[in-house]
């Protein structure tokens, strides 16, 4: 016990010594910290909404306004055996009209909607892929090539194919150039860190270059030499750490959580919990505190 309060005694004496750049290097962590907690909810947020949507792509194989639903059901099936179809869905003239109705809801459209006579959406049957990158492969199947090398559907009961395929490769393009760029300007904010918290400890260990000498001669091992710098790097990380957790729950508590009360668009967003987060955030900035005071150590603590 008394060695672990003669080294945080060190560690926070060498800290008042280099406040300027102890200083610094807090406020760097902190930085990163707090970047860190927006990058990562925002990069796992755009993961999952990019899953779910792609979850939900399919083709849809609209029908001729005639056509049966014995003709449908045939067809459906042949559609059944098609490689890397997962599932399909039919979709009458009527649940179509009620989708489309839901959709719309209560605005000018539906006024619209309202004045129709009749219904003129034609049935159609909802094919859902095993995997979203599949459905070129499932379209070119209900599309072979005919004998004049064009296109020609499977079944005379197909009218038009609508594919969501444009919009799957858009969404994957977006949420990619979003975690690369997040994933970029963390790492350029960690070796800052990294540098910071090292440059810290090298400047404490340059001021007490000589109490060091002394602790050589009068046989100290080297790491009871060691341990008051490692300390002093842990200490400015987790101080960054905990200043820059408290100002993100601040940001929680008075801007997302009742954004997200008053927008159901918020709280349908699906990321890591906040526990989860501040668990991530103070083993990064442990991480590179000790990173940092790890590679000073090493090559400007010659014992």
């Not at 459209?109 to 006579?117: A, P, Y």
């Not at 194919?161 to 858009?170: E, M, R, T, V, Y």
């Not at 601040?250 to 009742?258: E, M, N, R, V």
């Amino acid at each position: 016990m008394g060695r672990i309060l003669f080294f945080l005694a060190e560690a926070f004496r060498a800290l008042r010594r280099s406040a300027a750049p102890s200083l610094a290097a807090i406020v760097t962590v902190v930085l990163t910290t707090l970047l860190l907690g927006v990058f990562i909810p925002v990069i796992k947020a755009s993961s999952t909404t990019n899953e779910n949507v792609r979850s939900q792509l399919a083709l849809r194989v609209f029908l001729v306004p005639d056509a049966g639903k014995h003709q449908a059901k045939a067809l459906e099936h042949k559609i059944d055996r098609i490689p890397h179809v997962d599932r399909t869905e039919y979709v009458s003239k009527g649940k179509g009209l009620k989708i489309l109705r839901e959709e719309v809801g209560s605005g000018p459209l539906s006024r619209g909607l309202g004045q129709l006579k009749g219904n003129p959406l034609p049935p159609s049957i909802n094919v859902f892929p095993d995997d979203p990158d599949n459905l070129s492969s499932i379209n070119s199947a209900l599309t072979p090539p005919g004998p004049n090398g064009k296109p020609k559907p499977i079944s005379p009961a197909i009218e038009t194919i609508s594919s969501s395929q444009q919009l799957a490769n858009k969404i994957r393009t977006v949420t990619n150039t979003v975690k690369v760029i997040l994933t970029v300007i963390a790492a350029l904010l960690l070796v800052a860190s990294l540098m910071l918290v090292a440059n810290t400890i090298r400047l404490s260990i340059y001021a007490r270059r000589r109490e060091v000498e002394v602790m050589r001669l009068v046989g100290a091992t080297n790491w009871f030499i060691r341990w008051p710098f490692v300390i002093e790097g842990l200490i400015v990380g987790l101080t960054g750490a905990a200043v820059a957790v408290g100002m993100l729950w601040l940001g929680k508590a008075t801007i997302i959580d009742p954004l997200s009360q008053n927008f159901q668009l918020i709280d349908n967003f699906s990321t890591v919990s906040f526990v989860s987060l501040v668990e991530v955030l103070i083993a990064a900035a442990v991480v590179v505190s000790a990173l940092g005071s790890g590679v000073t150590l090493r090559r400007f603590l010659r014992v």
